[in-house]
């Protein structure tokens, strides 16, 4: 596949409100707009993030042009993500990208956003994996073991029948009463502690599924127990529960990716979504590359997380490959992998 099209993405699947344009693989800017309205809160308010993404769009948008240096006529397509996600927050930025790409008379690209998040891989400064690959999604909403034959030819081979990792880091986070997000704020504390401070046992679900729940519900009942006998506990303590809870969490992550490296003979592997930021978890894949033999991707920081440059990484893709959106493509919160 050749890569040199010049493509504007716009990402706005959940609290984040991303503009991005890159020329072939290269990122010529990629604006990312938080939204801090939801720490109040503890976790995503969608109606708030979808009036947030209504005030951030357009002022995003100029800084990222502004940023590339590259004006609408040079642009090849407007790709944008249709799903998953949140209904009213998708919903604003896909009816944006597509009055826009109307507006200039060039093509919508609708991405998913899953798809989006391995094909990040694909961006400079590293090399695209080799095919065929093997992928860990973990984010906020998904995880999924995923087989790549192709950038348009994915098989997942596990997910979660549960809650996704991101999630599972958040839930522990809240009950140890840190703010939300909570997964930079376990990876953070863990630096500092025993992640064999205390042992949890891992569920046991067959094949390359995984299951987070019932360590919610262990962690729970340990912290209840814990600050029954000493309410200090959790302060005392943080740092050593932050580096067991990661530990357990990572441990479910890499007994399932490596089961899944045995079962596909593939030894290219690679992590996406905002969960593969997580320090203890690009240390664990780097022990295996040295230790087992394994190829391995790590996204850099900036694309971990939810960012337009993977969005328009994937429409350039889509659009090499001559695929077009209709105008009649809707967000689609629950968008079929
Ligand atoms: O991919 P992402 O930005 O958004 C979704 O598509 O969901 O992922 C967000 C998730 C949140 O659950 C957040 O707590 C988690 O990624 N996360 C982390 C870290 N940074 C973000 N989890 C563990 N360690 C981190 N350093
Ligand atoms: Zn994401």
Avoid at 8 to 30: F, P
């Amino acid at each position: 596949m050749r890569y040199n099209s010049c493509i504007l993405a716009i990402e706005s699947s959940c609290d984040d409100t991303s503009v991005a344009v890159i020329r072939g693989r290269r990122v010529l800017s990629n604006v990312v707009a938080n939204q801090s309205v939801h720490v109040n809160y503890g976790g995503v308010v969608p109606e708030l993030a979808s009036r947030a993404h209504t005030q951030n769009i357009v002022p995003t948008m100029e800084a990222a042009l502004e940023a590339a240096g590259v004006i609408a006529e040079e642009l090849d397509g407007v790709a944008y993500t249709q799903g998953p996600g949140l209904m009213g927050s998708l919903h604003v930025g896909v009816s944006f990208a597509k009055s826009w790409a109307y507006a200039i008379g060039k093509p919508a690209l609708p991405v998913h956003h899953m798809h989006a998040h391995i094909l990040a891989h694909f961006l400079e400064p590293g090399d695209p994996p080799k095919l065929p690959f093997l992928c860990l999604t973990v984010s906020g909403g998904h995880t999924q073991l995923v087989k790549v034959k192709g950038p348009l030819n994915m098989e997942v081979i596990g997910t979660t029948r549960d809650d996704a990792a991101g999630e599972a880091f958040d839930k522990m986070a809240k009950l140890m009463g840190l703010p939300y997000p909570g997964g930079p704020e376990i990876d953070r504390l863990a630096d500092n502690g025993n992640p064999n401070a205390f042992a949890f046992t891992r569920p046991s679900v067959e094949g390359l599924d995984m299951s987070f729940s019932g360590l919610k519900t262990q962690i729970l009942h340990f912290l209840q127990r814990e600050l029954h006998a000493n309410p200090s506990f959790v302060a005392e303590r943080k740092h050593d529960i932050a580096a067991s809870v990661q530990h357990a969490i990572l441990g479910i992550l890499l007994s399932k990716l490596e089961a899944a490296v045995s079962a596909t003979g593939i030894l290219e592997v690679a992590i996406a979504g905002g969960v593969s930021a997580n320090r203890g978890l690009r240390k664990e894949l780097e022990r295996r590359r040295d230790e087992r033999g394994w190829t391995v991707h790590i996204p850099p920081m900036e694309y971990c997380t939810d960012n337009a440059a993977m969005i328009a990484m994937t429409g350039a893709i889509h659009f090499e490959s001559g695929l077009r959106g209709e105008i009649a493509d809707a967000p689609n919160p629950r968008l079929p992998f």
